[in-house]
């Protein structure tokens, strides 16, 4: 059975993730695997934390993370397999661990616009969306789940050859699941820029791409998170698919983190190019 696998800080949108992983957890049917992680004392000024204390805080967190999960079992009717973990340690390592352990399907993240932002820039979690080989949700704080009938695919030049073809599995599956509907946007950067025929034709990706009959948009702008704006502030998405290559997925999230939050609650699913 896949799994979602869900950090949890016990924040409002943490909480939040948690809720909307549930219930795509249900529609795909699959398992829903909670984590907390404790951070391990590093430094010397914080090596007076005592056994007790420690304990405590494990014990509180367990606390708190099972009633999460009988909220969720309400909400899922009983219907999947909900299992929580309390571990101690650095988030990203145990985090990978888990994955390790389950089938993982994606991870899920919620934040909201501002923390995202400072999230991005100096979280240790910031490293799942870099190196991870899994699918990365991040689920904006006022986001709740709404089947993926309509996917938006955004693209750079490069993203088309190094990405697609890690993609095409999951967006099949994803259509197979919701009848998705695929948009694809791709955003031209370069300063020379590419004449737009010659750019759609190149490396036979429309071929790639033909099952799912997607419809292609071409956009001119200076920065991927531009381009990606102007679609979505005229057209109607339910998730935005990128690659967190080079710039692409960190520049959209520091630069635009608020106003995709709190304009655009829609999900983004980051994939390893």
Not at 99 to 109: E, F, G, H, P, S
Not at 203 to 221: A, D
């Amino acid at each position: 059975m896949k799994s979602i696998v869900v950090p949890i800080d016990f924040s409002m949108c943490a909480s939040n993730a948690a809720r909307y992983a549930a219930d795509l957890a249900l529609a795909i049917k699959a398992d829903l695997e909670l984590i907390h992680v404790i951070q391990v004392p590093v430094t010397s000024a914080e090596l007076s934390m005592t056994e007790s204390v420690y304990k405590d805080m494990i014990e509180g967190a367990s606390l708190s993370l099972k009633k999460i999960q009988v909220e969720l079992t309400k909400r899922t009717h009983g219907r999947i397999r909900i299992d929580v973990l309390v571990d101690a340690g650095s988030v990203t390592g145990k985090v990978h661990d888990l994955c390790r352990k389950v089938n993982t399907y994606a991870i899920v993240l919620g934040v909201s616009g501002p923390k995202l932002e400072k999230f991005l820039a100096g979280s240790p979690v910031t490293s799942l969306l870099q190196h991870l080989e899994w699918p990365v949700l991040v689920v904006p704080e006022a986001a709740t789940f709404q089947k993926f009938q309509r996917i938006l695919m955004a693209f750079d030049l490069d993203d088309i050859g190094s990405g697609l073809p890690n993609c095409l599995p999951l967006l099949k599956e994803l259509r197979e699941y919701f009848g998705s509907r695929v948009d694809i946007v791709t955003v031209e950067t370069r300063k020379v820029l590419t004449d737009e025929a010659s750019c759609f034709e190149s490396g036979g990706w429309k071929e790639q791409l033909k099952e799912l009959y997607p419809e292609i948009h071409y956009i001119r702008k200076s920065k991927v998170e531009d381009g990606i704006l102007e679609y979505l502030g005229h057209n109607e998405a339910d998730l935005v698919m990128v690659f967190p290559k080079k710039h692409s997925f960190f520049d959209f999230h520091i630069s635009q983190s608020r106003r995709l939050a709190q304009s655009s609650p829609v999900p983004v699913l980051s994939l390893q190019a």
